[in-house]
């Protein structure tokens, strides 16, 4: 079998990793990778943007199934394109992915389909948002629209807050025209949680429940950033409330997209505000979170490309898949001054030793290979170090000392990953 994974990335690495363990891999390649999934698959010099090259690629190679791990090339159409090309592809189409796409788009489904999320306003003029800011006032969360790698969404607590988030998306365009229209809704207040499912349009399946990191310092303090660790599961999610983020978000969001006429192939993520018993929607992605992909496909005991298989010809139904019990960890580690500038080409050390160990994998997401050979920084998030244990306190334990062999000149990492998790609750 022929697989080609789209993107280069933690997430992709960590699906690299796991779809190289079907018993009939002939080729694994990765478009266009990074130097630790080189290890693993075959890198092609393709951006995960370059869809028309992609698709040639597929086609003259006879690749017989693509996974599109980043959002980017979803909203682009690639899915599209691969089934109008005869190509078997694993991801959201384009009309499905505009659920991630547009905030607009994913706010207003929900509102018109009863699925819980924060009371909202939608604007394309600076004027006319700052003046709902003032009326309204803070806390307040504004967002931008479109794409932002993470870091469109701005969480104000003060009037000045709110209008400097909207001098920033709307006037300095500092992420171009993903910030054209901007929402502004109320903060909600409460536990985060990622909910992710498998759908074929029709059944869908939940994976365990799992916790991101977004903001850059410890104590969720600071700027957001793509994720700064993970694990899994999330204590906040319990057996009853999971049943009901089924019962009223993630079925009901896979209806309203058929209702919609775009059915929803592929993972469905649903970042969500947990509160005494209570939830609501921040977004959705369409696709598998990074980091949450890493601790979650360290949990996944089913064949991942049976899972897809399945997906792709509208029989999830007809399969149980199975998950490990232990808990898993992943810590982000990243190139000092991410989210803003940071510099690339620091030499890393510590990686051989630490690929001794037992239940950790390092997870590369932002490596390139020197003249020499040596492992170098080429991104924001560098590596993510993602473990299993016993409990979440014997993960997070292997993890940490995982972490600790691992270093570069300014490496910055989160000491805090997973500890709502080891609280009484």
């Given at each position: 079998?022929?697989?080609?994974?789209?993107?280069?990335?933690?997430?992709e690495?960590?699906?690299?990793?796991?779809l190289?363990?079907?018993?009939?891999?002939?080729?694994?390649?990765?478009?266009?990778?990074?130097?630790?999934?080189?290890?693993?698959?075959?890198?092609?010099?393709?951006?995960?943007?370059?869809?028309?090259?992609?698709?040639?690629?597929?086609?003259?190679?006879?690749?017989?199934?693509?996974?599109?791990?980043?959002?980017?090339?979803?909203?682009?159409?690639?899915v599209d394109?691969?089934?109008?090309?005869?190509?078997?592809?694993?991801?959201?189409?384009?009309?499905?992915?505009?659920?991630?796409?547009?905030?607009?788009?994913?706010?207003?489904?929900?509102?018109?389909y009863g699925?819980?999320?924060?009371?909202?306003?939608?604007?394309?003029?600076?004027?006319?948002?700052?003046?709902?800011?003032?009326?309204?006032?803070?806390?307040?969360?504004?967002?931008?629209?479109?794409?932002?790698?993470?870091?469109?969404?701005?969480?104000?607590?003060?009037e000045?807050?709110?209008?400097?988030?909207?001098?920033?998306?709307?006037?300095?365009?500092?992420?171009?025209?993903?910030?054209?229209?901007?929402?502004?809704?109320?903060?909600?207040?409460?536990?985060?949680?990622?909910?992710?499912?498998?759908?074929?349009?029709?059944?869908?399946?939940?994976?365990?429940?799992?916790?991101?990191?977004?903001?850059?310092?410890?104590g969720?303090?600071?700027?957001?950033?793509?994720?700064?660790?993970?694990y899994?599961?999330?204590?906040?999610?319990?057996?009853?409330?999971?049943?009901?983020?089924?019962?009223?978000?993630?079925?009901?969001?896979v209806?309203?997209?058929?209702?919609?006429?775009?059915?929803?192939?592929?993972?469905?993520?649903?970042?969500?505000?947990?509160?005494?018993?209570?939830?609501?929607?921040?977004?959705?992605n369409?696709?598998?979170?990074?980091?949450?992909?890493?601790?979650?496909?360290?949990?996944?005991?089913?064949?991942?490309?049976?899972?897809?298989?399945?997906?792709?010809?509208?029989?999830?139904?007809?399969?149980?898949?199975?998950?490990?019990?232990?808990?898993?960890?992943?810590?982000?580690?990243?190139?000092?001054?991410?989210?803003?500038k940071?510099?690339?080409?620091?030499?890393?050390?510590?990686?051989?030793?630490?690929?001794?160990?037992?239940?950790?994998?390092?997870?590369?997401?932002?490596?390139?290979?020197?003249?020499?050979?040596?492992?170098?920084?080429?991104?924001?998030?560098?590596?993510?170090?993602?473990?299993?244990?016993?409990?979440?306190?014997?993960?997070?334990?292997?993890?940490?000392?995982?972490?600790?062999q691992?270093?570069?000149?300014?490496?910055?990492?989160?000491?805090?990953?997973?500890?709502k998790?080891?609280?009484?609750?």
């Amino acid at each position: 079998m022929r697989i080609l994974v789209v993107g280069g990335g933690g997430r992709e690495h960590a699906l690299v990793w796991k779809l190289g363990q079907h018993p009939d891999i002939e080729v694994l390649a990765c478009a266009p990778g990074n130097a630790g999934i080189s290890g693993l698959a075959w890198c092609l010099d393709i951006g995960a943007s370059e869809i028309e090259t992609l698709a040639q690629y597929a086609e003259k190679t006879s690749v017989d199934l693509t996974v599109v791990g980043p959002e980017e090339p979803l909203t682009m159409g690639i899915v599209d394109l691969f089934r109008e090309r005869g190509l078997t592809v694993f991801g959201a189409t384009k009309a499905a992915a505009e659920l991630e796409g547009s905030k607009v788009f994913a706010k207003n489904l929900m509102k018109k389909y009863g699925i819980p999320t924060a009371d909202f306003e939608v604007f394309d003029d600076r004027k006319a948002a700052e003046s709902f800011v003032k009326k309204k006032g803070a806390p307040l969360v504004v967002k931008a629209d479109g794409l932002a790698a993470g870091k469109g969404v701005i969480v104000c607590d003060t009037e000045a807050e709110a209008l400097e988030a909207l001098d920033k998306i709307m006037t300095r365009k500092a992420f171009g025209d993903a910030g054209k229209r901007v929402v502004i809704e109320d903060k909600l207040v409460g536990e985060e949680a990622s909910f992710l499912a498998f759908t074929d349009g029709e059944t869908v399946v939940p994976m365990p429940s799992s916790q991101d990191h977004k903001p850059i310092f410890e104590g969720d303090r600071g700027p957001n950033t793509g994720g700064m660790g993970a694990y899994s599961p999330a204590p906040v999610v319990s057996p009853e409330l999971e049943a009901r983020i089924m019962e009223e978000v993630m079925i009901p969001t896979v209806r309203a997209m058929a209702q919609e006429g775009r059915p929803y192939e592929g993972v469905l993520y649903a970042g969500l505000m947990i509160r005494d018993g209570r939830f609501q929607v921040l977004e959705f992605n369409a696709r598998f979170g990074d980091p949450e992909a890493q601790p979650l496909l360290m949990r996944l005991e089913t064949d991942l490309v049976d899972i897809m298989t399945a997906v792709n010809d509208h029989r999830l139904k007809d399969l149980d898949i199975q998950w490990n019990p232990s808990p898993s960890v992943c810590v982000v580690m990243a190139s000092g001054g991410y989210p803003g500038k940071y510099d690339k080409g620091k030499v890393i050390s510590g990686l051989e030793g630490v690929s001794r160990m037992k239940d950790v994998m390092v997870f590369h997401a932002g490596t390139e290979f020197d003249e020499f050979g040596r492992y170098m920084t080429s991104g924001g998030r560098v590596l993510g170090v993602t473990s299993r244990g016993e409990s979440v306190s014997a993960a997070l334990d292997t993890c940490y000392r995982a972490v600790n062999q691992i270093s570069w000149d300014e490496c910055y990492f989160r000491r805090d990953i997973a500890q709502k998790a080891l609280t009484d609750r």
